[in-house]
């Protein structure tokens, strides 16, 4: 069995999140306090380079899934979601079992819309036009791209 993965993990290339991650649970928000809430709006009024993660932990149940979008500065953004779930409804290892990737997406980012404004725009950046890519970026790939240029 071959145990490579299908895709370069965008979650272990060790890029900073620009903001305290984002948890769902039964549709509400219960993790990163408020700066998760403003943080994305913010990155996204400034248009510069960020990481965001949300984490989706609807339980009690038997499924979990993240999702990583980094801001590229250019108008554009990098993301890859991970899920883990089993079939056993009394799951007791969930936590450990290996993430499942999706392919990397590269999406555009849309303008913020007028009703944010800094420090209260409370949306996450809106992608358009996301389109998976053939071919993954590499860690190398996504700290150049993620690092300020000079």
Known sequence: ???TPAHVDLFA??????????CTHLGVGDCGGAE??????????EGSSGA??????PGPGNWMGDKLTLLLGDGRALVQ????????????????MPWELAAHELCD???????????????FPKLE?????????TCGEVTAAM????
């Open 13 to 22: 290339c060790g890029v900073q999140l620009s903001c305290p991650e984002y």
């Open 81 to 96: 979601s991970r899920s883990r779930s089993c079939l056993d409804s009394s799951c007791s290892d969930l936590q450990t």
């Open 147 to 150: 690092s300020p240029t000079p």
């Open 52 to 57: 965001i993660q949300v984490n989706d932990r």
């Open 109 to 123: 980012v849309a303008d913020p819309p007028d009703t944010c404004q800094p420090g209260s725009c409370s949306q």
């Open 36 to 45: 998760a809430l403003t943080c994305p709006g913010d990155l996204w009024l």
């Open 129 to 137: 036009n996301c389109v998976p890519l053939e071919t993954d970026w």
């Open 1 to 3: 069995m071959d145990s």
